[in-house]
């Protein structure tokens, strides 16, 4: 219906309805000329404007970025070679460490063998001592045993200390010579001892 009405009209008036009429495109074309000036002078600036500076920062950031992405990369490197230097000082000590050990384990044992040796001849002389005072204590017992025996069998006293002393170094002496004389048997004290 309506492309029936636009058909009528356009017999009865001569002109196409769809075309406006001339003083309706020059004001038109006025003010959308108006609004081009305003909007290339007023609106296009500041819209520029805000364009370049969101650039520049997208463009600051890009290079902030790759400067941050650089500084990270140089210091995980400088990381990863201290990481090395350090590993390498921690097998240096370690080993220094090792070295360390030995020596002084080997001054241990020196030391021990030292106080091994030192104890060991302190004990010889010691049981050399008391071997010598058991020795020197039983010549003393012998003697006294000796001169109660001999009272008894000869009868008479030995209150005389000479007399007394040279019957007791003959009975040591002839013990002496005795124990000598068995096989595997060991001299108990000399015969000078008194």
């Known amino acids: ?3 029936t009405a636009l058909v009528r009209a356009a017999e009865e008036g001569g002109q196409n309805p769809l075309i406006p009429a001339d003083y309706d495109i020059i004001w038109s074309a006025l003010c959308i000329a108006v609004i081009a000036f305003f ?6 600036p500041v819209f520029t404007r805000i364009l ?6 997208i463009e600051g950031g890009l290079k902030a970025g790759e400067n941050a992405r650089a500084e990270a990369e140089e210091l995980r490197s400088e990381i990863e070679r201290e990481l090395t230097e350090a590993r390498v000082e921690a097998a240096r000590v370690r080993e220094q460490a ?9 001054d241990v044992r020196a030391q021990a063998r030292t106080d091994a040796e030192r104890i060991v001849e302190s004990a010889h002389r010691q049981i050399e001592a008391e071997r010598q005072q ?3 204590s039983l010549r003393t017992d012998i003697g006294a045993l000796a001169t109660t025996l001999a009272e008894r069998i000869v009868g008479e006293s030995l209150a005389d200390e000479q007399r007394r002393q040279r019957v007791i170094d003959r009975f040591l002496d ?21």
């Open 52 to 57: 370049d500076e969101r650039t520049e920062k």
């Open 39 to 44: 909007f290339v002078k007023l609106i296009l």
């Open 174 to 194: 002839e013990l002496d010579a005795q124990t000598e004389l068995v096989p595997g048997g060991e001299k108990v004290g000399g015969a000078t001892e008194a």
């Open 98 to 106: 090792q070295e360390d050990a030995k020596v002084i384990a080997a």
């Open 134 to 136: 058991a020795a020197a």
């Open 1 to 3: 219906m309506l492309s």
